[in-house]
């Protein structure tokens, strides 16, 4: 962060970042010190102080010189900070999940589409289209090799299991080279087989393709396998209908 633009993200207005930075540059000081450096009233200056004091960014002392003002020590500061940000972690997830139960079902009237580039806004757009209690099927044009070749298979390990709660059950049609695909760690798609959460099957050989795409629900997810490294969803109900019913018919034609 440029400057201190960090003190924004710590949500301090003008005049407690002027008293934090006076804190640091001069140390331990006198309410009467902080506003004669900073040419402040002193009611500024106890209003700026309180609101740090509030945050732990500061704490109050007091010797035989009366009350002080100085800067929370790095300890204190590493412990409130990171109780906040799993507050905050928890907060956050509460809000994914009061959102997925709750929204308002727009998509017939409003369809969205919604653009990814680069191997990072790839994963982006997987974890944006997350697994909810709302749909318990998903179906995936899935060239796997091609797939675990652009995005880490640590990645994808940890977003399939996140259905698992849900008990959704995906239907996947893969490539006739991708049956005997080494892959490091193998327990987590094996456990699906045998919890008949996952049902695959093969296209014939010769059939290729590099994009893979995903229907879950009325969303339609599609992410490059090669070197193009985009994605994009489709959140409308009627493509992912016309989606579905060309899924279904090379689901007639690849074998288990």
């Given at each position: 962060m440029k400057n201190n633009d960090f003190l924004d993200v710590l949500g301090l207005k003008a005049v407690p970042k002027k008293v934090l930075v006076d804190l640091v540059q001069h140390g331990t000081s006198k309410v009467t010190e902080i506003s004669s450096r900073l040419h402040l009233p002193k009611s500024s200056v106890y209003d700026a102080l309180s609101i740090l004091v509030e945050k732990s960014l500061v704490n109050e002392y007091s010797d035989d010189r009366g009350k002080m003002f100085g800067l929370s020590d790095n300890e204190q500061l590493a412990r409130v900070h990171a109780e906040k940000i799993e507050e905050f972690k928890k907060a956050q997830a509460s809000l994914l999940s009061f959102i997925t139960t709750h929204a308002r079902e727009d998509n017939v009237v409003q369809p969205k589409i919604k653009f990814y580039s680069g191997i990072i806004g790839i994963k982006q757009a997987f974890r944006?289209?997350?697994?909810?209690?709302?749909?318990?099927?998903a179906y995936l044009m899935w060239p796997m090799q091609n797939m675990l070749d652009?995005?880490?298979?640590?990645?994808?390990?940890?977003?399939?299991?996140?259905?698992?709660?849900?008990n959704v059950v995906i239907y996947s049609i893969e490539k006739h080279s991708d049956r005997k695909l080494k892959i490091r760690d193998r327990e987590w798609l094996e456990s699906d087989l045998k919890t008949k959460l996952t049902e695959v099957r093969y296209l014939p050989k010769g059939i290729d393709w590099k994009m893979s795409y995903w229907i879950y629900g009325d969303k339609c997810l599609f992410a490059s396998g090669d070197r193009e490294?985009?994605?994009?969803?489709?959140?409308?109900?009627?493509?992912?209908?016309?989606?579905?019913?060309?899924?279904?018919?090379?689901?007639?034609v690849a074998k288990k």
């Open positions: 944006d289209m997350m697994w909810n209690s709302k749909y318990k099927e652009s995005i880490d298979e640590d990645f994808l390990k940890w977003h399939g299991k996140q259905r698992y709660k849900y490294q985009i994605a994009f969803t489709i959140h409308s109900k009627e493509f992912c209908d016309i989606m579905k019913l060309m899924w279904k018919q090379m689901w007639v």
